[in-house]
């Protein structure tokens, strides 16, 4: 159980980047990136095939990023000043077009027989007792962290109610506002009991894990001061109107142009910990379908929110595990059968939430509205 724990939240933490890479370009500039894969499977070849050549793991990550917004920069410089359909048109036909290049450029990628064998992060490290209470530190550190980010939104969602209400309060909210910190707060304690139990019984996964929980922990704080700054002010000014925002000055054009590479680069580095996780990649990892998933994190958590893509990558797989582990014990359904039950329920979750809170579980209408 301690295992599988371990592997789940690998994948919501590099999801968890994922997302936040897409809430950057969505949420907060209202650039819709029907394509976020692409990013991905670029930093996850570059890292791969960097270190496969001898180059230290860390240069190959910060290749991948680094590559991954150069692939930001000349998909933005062609339509970024289009109308935004025609993003989402390129960015699809951009990831199918890598995705076949991985599957034919079998000189490059080695194509269908996948790429093995490459270096893996923390493989080789075997800590002593000392070392392993120091990892556990590290993770108690990242779970008050997590702790105070979870008060944090909860206070502001309490002085927003304020405001809105006057001087009541309903208390309908006050008992949501209750029911998600009592949630979160077990999220985090599960994360981080379950987190250092493995990390005393050290193994490769186990060191992943801390990895990347790190790293989402220091993107996610890069990301809230950047747009709470001055930056993330002019993003919204140009998700809502940009006409707008050209008026009082700002170059719609360069500001757009930021967001989706700093977005692909977030993306590049959880393509990283997906090759990492997976430990062999071939080209049929990186389909469509994990940008739609991506974007029902988004969507689900709530678009204009960092905490709302880590949230949405939380329920997606929470519900991913719950419906692995108990479909199967109901006999409903064979295997097949199960995974298109899987899908159609997740859509009917979306559908159910568009009518009923559109803006998702932590975000605010006019974050999904993006003024149009």
């Given amino acids: 159980m301690v295992g599988y724990l371990v592997f789940l939240t690998i994948y919501i933490g590099l999801y968890s980047l994922f997302a936040l890479g897409l809430n950057l370009q969505w949420g907060y500039a209202g650039l819709i990136n029907f394509g976020h894969v692409a990013f991905m499977t670029v930093g996850a070849y570059t890292t791969v095939l960097l270190s496969a050549q001898g180059i230290p793991i860390i240069i190959a990550v910060v290749a991948g990023i680094a590559i991954a917004a150069l692939l930001g920069l000349l998909i933005g410089m062609s339509t970024l000043r289009l109308r935004e359909d025609y993003l989402a048109i390129v960015t699809i036909g951009v990831s199918e077009l890598l995705r076949l290049i991985a599957l034919n450029e079998q000189w490059l990628t080695k194509g269908s027989f996948g790429i093995q064998r490459f270096p893996l992060p923390v493989d080789r490290f075997e800590p002593n007792l000392l070392q392993k209470y120091l990892l556990i530190g590290i993770l108690t550190l990242l779970a008050i962290f997590a702790a105070w980010q979870l008060w944090q939104g909860l206070r502001s969602q309490w002085r927003e109610g304020k405001e809105i209400q006057g001087k009541s309060y309903q208390p309908t909210k006050l008992i949501s506002l209750i029911v998600w910190g009592v949630l979160g707060l077990g999220v985090i304690l599960t994360i981080y009991i379950n987190g250092s139990t493995a990390l005393l ?18 993107v996610y704080w890069g990301l809230e001061l950047l747009v709470n700054s001055p930056w993330g002010r002019v993003l919204k000014a140009i998700r809502e109107d940009e006409e707008i925002a050209r008026a009082l000055g700002k170059n719609v054009f360069w500001y757009k142009l930021q967001a989706f590479m700093l977005g692909g680069a977030i993306a590049g580095l959880a393509g990283a910990f997906y090759a990492w996780q997976l430990t ?70 979306l559908m159910i939430l ?19």
Avoid: C, H
């Fill in 280 to 349: 062999t990649i071939y080209p049929s990892n990186f389909e469509t379908l994990i940008t739609f998933n991506v974007w029902t994190m988004v969507v689900l958590g709530g678009a204009g929110k960092n905490s709302g893509a880590i949230l949405g990558a939380i329920v997606f797989w929470a519900y991913d595990a719950l419906t692995r582990f108990y479909l199967p014990k109901l006999g409903w359904f064979n295997s097949s059968e199960e995974g298109a039950f899987r899908v159609m329920v997740i859509g009917l979750i």
């Fill in 354 to 372: 568009m009518v009923w809170r559109p803006q998702g579980i932590l975000g605010k209408k006019e974050e999904l509205t993006l003024g149009k």
């Fill in 201 to 218: 019984d050290y193994n490769y996964k186990a060191g992943l894990m801390l990895l990347v929980l790190i790293a989402v922990a220091v």
